[in-house]
DNA sequence: ATTAGCACTCGATTTTAATGAGTGCTAACA
DNA sequence: TGTTAGCACTCATTAAAATCGAGTGCTAAT
């Protein structure tokens, strides 16, 4: 069967319907409504061809219908068609720029909660063209130096390491140089074991030292294993009755509160979005209930968007809410925030 | 009036009924305890003066007895004073040692909360004796140096400084033992404007970097402004009836997620554990309802307890579940992680 | 092709009744 | 005088029954 064009208005009308009211929409409400010079049998009609056709169902025998995830991806692959229909009346929302890292971040996960009313979350950026920098080791404590590690993109890692015996202000500059000039701009593939072993010969009786260094390394260029992310708004959910029932509830909580799901959401999402699939306008993904890649949410929807701090510095937020979100306006917050980072990036370049 | 022996007793059963099934206990159960040979009709006299005394209360006219803050208050103090009673079907329960202290604080909130069945968190230790030990600036790229401050108890900051113009080796060397001499050693109040002056006078044209390091230090030294928590378990709120209902899980969620609230219980719980009321044994204090510092926890329990990681590392875990929790396993069950914590301590010292 | 009309379905809400755990009080008992 | 059996009463909870009404599908007329 085809979509006709009043199928089409008739469908949207009940998504639009549903998405305000959260109640199954029955054919005489739709038929009120001034533009659809059409009776509720009609009405009726229509909507039991939109049901054989997948695109909505009933909860129950005599019921209105209600979207199914199929109705909702027909909803937002056309909302997202026509993204001119700007909406206006956004919060003030304004991100203050933040020494810390993880402070922005929080704050940007809190204004996308408090503008939108649902769950948000936020990953912190990841680092793609990883090569080391440059490495720093102090004396702290007598049997004490600390070795700091720079990478491209300029992220750190700090790491104490003790010594057997004491070492002289000497030796660790003789230390230093050896480090620099071996291993700077190296990525972690080209650090291998001739490279290593080499190393530990010309640093004597102190190879422990350079072996605790270069396991420091190794773990400041991988850092994407712990992934850091922050939510906020988790309690946002209990707004939407038809996910504020307990087991639902605690496990999206359990979700966001344990994030090791969510880091796998992150990286199906960059990775997504890597494969070019720009298409459907600036990098943001819709996953609806049974189209999230875990089954934790298969009563939510999950709108995720990438977002670019500093050059390879990717990072991606997103919103969790009932199926039945403002998808638009979602979109746009998601978009807004998207644009000031971006701002923010380009700020701090001058 | 007095607490007869009885009293004490039959309010004793009635708080265990209670702390078992979560429902209001009445008299004829009671009567049923073998060791308890009194008929029905007697405890409910009794029963009606312990509620007279504040003990126990009725939900409503015709129901049983449930405990009372002060009830619960009266149960706790008991129990904390006969600590002997072991509780011995602990879970397995061991601490891996994590390189990563954030790793390692994680960790525990989820043997906390998985041990416990209720929620739990944990702050990252705050530091006391805070002199600033060490400075260390190196340059990173043509325009940009990197500050790593270095507190009493091996805290670490961080932090980027771009400059106007580019600073060779030998200026980057002078300012390093400028700040050196000058500050090391020294706690936030020692450091005043008169220092920071003379310092800025000597370095000349390259003042701003002193500034700009000066305030990295003022920053590193209050480290607990931005005191982190880490939580696990919210989740198992939903276990208990009281506290599973939408209104007041959202609150619980809301306070867990956003931390400040966390925090605030943080200092409060540290301060009186400093003020010296060890009394309770082992600095393990207990919330019951609206003793909690904030309304939010009105229905709760907290049960908080201190660790020390290092010397004067002292950071703050707690259990927070209905007001009819296991406070027996729980206490029992922060012990042990703090012993835990303790050990892996002085391991480290070794 | 559209629509008015009508019987029918079925979840939700309200009403009513039944249940039973628990109380307070009184009078008898040791 | 403290303890207890007995009884009338209360009231949340549960179950059953009645009612409501939004919504449907189908049919026959337009």
């Known amino acids: 069967m085809e979509l006709s064009d009043r199928k089409t208005k008739i469908l949207e009308a009940i998504i639009k319907n549903y998405l305000e009211t959260g109640e199954p929409v029955g054919s005489r409400t739709i038929s009120k409504y001034e533009d659809m010079n059409l009776s509720s049998a009609t009405i009726r009609n229509e909507m039991s061809d939109l049901e054989e056709m997948g695109y909505i169902l009933q909860p129950h025998t005599s019921a209105g219908r209600i979207p199914s995830d199929k109705g909702y991806r027909f909803y937002v692959d056309r909302m997202m068609a026509d993204r001119e229909k700007e909406v206006s009346d956004m919060h003030e929302m304004v991100v203050q720029k933040a020494d810390q890292l993880s402070e922005l971040l929080k704050q940007v996960a809190r204004l996308l909660a408090s503008n939108t009313n649902y769950a948000a979350m936020i990953s912190a950026p990841q680092i793609h063209r990883n090569k080391l920098k440059f490495i720093q080791l102090s004396k702290v404590e007598e049997n004490t130096i600390l070795a700091v590690i720079v990478v491209e993109g300029n992220i750190l890692k700090n790491k104490m390491i003790s010594t057997d015996q004491p070492l002289d202000d000497d030796t660790i500059l003789k230390l230093n140089l050896l480090l620099n000039t071996h291993l700077n701009g190296l990525s972690l593939e080209e650090i291998n074991l001739g490279l290593i072993t080499l190393m530990k ?149 001058e």
């Open 201 to 349: 010969e010309q640093a004597g009786i102190h190879s422990d030292v350079v072996g605790s260094v270069i396991d420091a390394v190794a773990d400041a260029i991988r850092a994407d294993e712990n992934l850091e992310i922050y939510t906020s708004g988790a309690n946002n959910i209990f707004k939407y009755p038809e996910l504020a029932d307990n087991s639902k509830a605690s496990e999206i909580i359990n979700v966001l509160e344990e994030k090791n799901q969510l880091s796998e959401l992150v990286s199906d999402s960059l990775s997504k979005l890597n494969e070019g699939e720009e298409s459907q306008g600036h990098g943001i993904q819709v996953y609806i209930g049974s189209e999230s890649p875990f089954d934790s949410m298969k009563d939510c929807s999950v709108v995720t968007a990438t977002y670019e701090l500093e050059e390879g510095m990717r990072g991606m937020m997103s919103i969790i809410g009932p199926k039945r979100m403002d998808y638009l306006k979602v979109a746009k917050t998601l978009k807004t925030l998207q644009e000031q980072l971006d701002t923010l990036y380009k700020k701090k370049e």
